[in-house]
């Protein structure tokens, strides 16, 4: 009985011991298993523009696989800035730099010290005067001289957008001669159904628009050369994130700041969704068809874990 008594108190000693070394080697913080689980929700503000919408829907999918509570909002551009200045949203995917979008980011940018820039997710895009190839003109220098052919009117997107402000500027400083021209407010879908009735009639149109973009992919369009740079030059299009996210939402900040979209072609989603696949959809169906190139860029660190795909 002696016997078996000390060894009862040994094991319990040992135990107690074990228990407090294990507990004495914990690292500070949650382990990674916890770290998998506790995510703060995220919130990503977006443009119905073609890309943005196309991006900020896989990014959605994406975090939602590791765990994550994700809210879209849909709304014009100036409100998307201010949201992600205010901290209303945590993330646009859809800001067009150093140019379009610098009212909003740059030397003078109304929300240059609100935001932090994460960095491009797109480099090449280009913003200008659309019309289509069948249109014998090649330079926006050219459409004051054939003002009657497209009734002086420019086919503009959601009243608020950059090149609206640009294309605004344009007639006010009667560039190009263009002072007297008019600028249609809409939307991208509604100057998108402008321009395919246009193609389908083979008549003339000029549109605002940009790369990428699925219209480009549909019909024969092309940019028409700016010799005064009012749309400016090649941009990129950068993510950008709201004051406080990497010390409040670690996991979403590692996301926003390391996944590389560069290396996702986009475009099949761009063209899934102008065919009328819902975004939500669409998205669900890209991640799952490119689930080892996006574990390849999922951030290394506790916070993610690999995609299985067939979700």
Same mark, same amino acid.
């Given at each position: 009985m002696k016997t078996r008594t000390s060894l009862l108190i040994v094991t319990i000693v040992v135990v107690a011991a074990a228990g407090a070394l294990l507990a004495g080697c914990e690292p500070d913080g949650p382990t990674p298993a916890d770290a998998r689980v506790q995510k703060e929700p995220? &919130?990503?503000?977006?443009?119905?523009? /073609?890309?943005?919408? #196309?991006?900020?829907?896989?990014?959605?999918?994406?975090?939602?696989?590791?765990?994550f509570e994700v809210e879209l909002e849909n709304v014009a551009n100036a409100a998307m800035w201010q949201s992600v200045a205010s901290g209303d949203t945590d993330a646009i995917l859809c800001a067009w730099l150093p140019a379009t979008h610098q009212m909003f980011y740059g030397p003078e940018g109304e929300f240059s010290h609100q935001v932090?820039?994460?960095?491009?997710?797109y480099y090449g895009a280009q913003l200008g005067l659309v019309v289509p190839s069948y249109v014998d003109i090649d330079s926006m220098q050219n459409l004051d001289a054939n003002a009657n052919m497209f009734d002086q009117e420019i086919v503009g997107i959601d009243p608020g957008a950059g090149m609206m402000q640009q294309t605004e500027t344009m007639i006010e400083n009667d560039t190009y001669g263009m002072g007297d021209w008019n600028l249609l407010e809409? &939307?991208?879908?509604?100057?998108?159904? /402008?321009?395919?009735? #246009?193609v389908l009639a083979e008549e003339p149109i000029v549109v605002t628009g940009w790369k990428p973009h699925w219209m480009f992919g549909r019909w024969d369009l092309?940019?028409?050369?700016?010799?005064?740079?009012?749309?400016?030059?090649?941009?990129?299009?950068?993510?950008?994130?709201?004051?406080?996210?990497?010390?409040?939402?670690?996991?979403?900040?590692?996301?926003?700041?390391?996944?590389?979209?560069?290396?996702?072609?986009?475009?099949?989603?761009?063209?899934?969704?102008?065919?009328?696949?819902q975004p939500t959809e669409s998205a669900k169906q890209f991640v799952n068809e490119h689930v080892e190139k996006i574990n390849e860029l999922l951030p290394e660190d506790p916070y993610f874990s690999e995609i299985e795909g067939a979700f």
């Open positions: 995220v &919130s990503i503000a977006y443009v119905e523009w /073609a890309r943005a919408t #196309a991006i900020s829907h896989v990014a959605a999918e994406i975090l939602r696989t590791q765990g932090v820039n994460m960095g491009p997710n809409g &939307s991208g879908p509604t100057m998108t159904a /402008a321009l395919e009735d #246009a092309k940019i028409l050369d700016d010799p005064e740079n009012v749309y400016g030059k090649q941009e990129t299009i950068n993510t950008i994130v709201r004051e406080g996210l990497a010390e409040d939402n670690i996991a979403a900040f590692r996301f926003f700041e390391t996944f590389d979209w560069t290396q996702l072609d986009l475009g099949q989603v761009l063209v899934w969704n102008e065919e009328g696949v």
